[in-house]
């Protein structure tokens, strides 16, 4: 789906020019939110692992419909941009301060607002993660 494709692509060249133009002076991130298994990368990828195949899961077992593909395309698009980066470098390249409380990147927003809009599709249009029919 588009959105999760626009999450990676925006993702992947932001964090490039980001380390063309800030050199030495990025943030490495080698744990999840709220510094979840700071240090555990393959704890990370596992649970990133899991996190796609779920998506995936969701798309093909239900009726994809309003939100729910967009929501899940943002969240896997997100998955994938911060899991090559601990691939490549074994960190997360963070640039976007959030008032002085923590650091992010595109794909933390893409899988942050992917989220809400699954929590909010699942509460207000239950009808969009309906089984598909055979």
């Known amino acids: 789906m588009w959105p999760g494709a626009a999450v990676l692509l925006l993702d992947r060249l932001i964090k490039g020019l980001h380390l063309t133009m800030s050199g030495d002076r990025t943030v490495r991130n080698s744990g999840m939110a709220f510094g979840m298994f700071q240090g555990n990368s393959a704890a990370i990828l596992i649970l990133s692992l899991f996190l796609l195949a779920a998506c995936f899961f969701l798309v093909r077992k239900s009726r994809p419909s309003g939100l729910s593909p967009i929501a899940l395309s943002m969240i896997a698009g997100g998955a994938l ?52 029919e055979k």
């Open 81 to 132: 941009g911060n899991m090559i980066d601990r691939v490549l470098y074994g960190y997360v390249i963070d640039m976007f301060p959030f008032f002085g409380w923590f650091v992010f990147n595109l794909a933390d927003a893409g899988v942050v607002v992917g989220a809400i809009l699954c929590g909010w599709s699942l509460l207000f249009r239950p009808q969009d993660w309906s089984a598909k």
